[in-house]
Nanobody
Framework: QVQLVESGGGSVQAGGSLRLTCVAS????????MGWFRQAPGKEREGVAA???????NYADFVKDRFTISKDNAKNILYLQMNSLNAEDTAMYYC??????????????????WGQGTQVTVSS
């Protein structure tokens, strides 16, 4: 069992930045696909970014060149650096993980473990 705890959300003005953090309860980062998802009120959950055990990354088109996913293996921490935020980025952001050597697929149904989420609110 893996527990994931997100933090770093908050309120920010459009154009601002936030860094989300996800701490895992046990060492996961060598054989896991880790990802960030988000869900806005009234909308479906969508994938934001994923990173595999080798450090290869995948991004949704709507966050390319604005968001960066990374991980610190020594500290068991997953990050999501979010820059140039806009009102459409307002959502609950979730950290997720599943056992795999790569993130060849990274749809929501692939991920077995989920955090409780951290709220991001961007005001225009």
């Amino acid at each position: 069992q893996v527990q994931l705890v997100e933090s770093g959300g908050g309120s920010v003005q459009a154009g601002g930045s936030l860094r989300l953090t996800c701490v895992a309860s046990r060492y996961t980062y060598t054989t896991w696909c880790m990802g960030w998802f988000r869900q806005a009120p009234g909308k479906e959950r969508e994938g934001v970014a994923a990173i595999d055990s080798e450090g290869f990354t995948n991004y949704a088109d709507f966050v390319k060149d604005r968001f960066t996913i990374s991980k610190d293996n020594a500290k068991n921490i997953l990050y999501l650096q979010m820059n140039s935020l806009n009102a459409e980025d307002t959502a609950m952001y979730y950290c997720a993980a599943y056992l795999a050597l790569s993130c060849r697929t990274w749809g929501g149904s692939d991920f077995r473990y989920w955090g409780q989420g951290t709220q991001v609110t961007v005001s225009s």
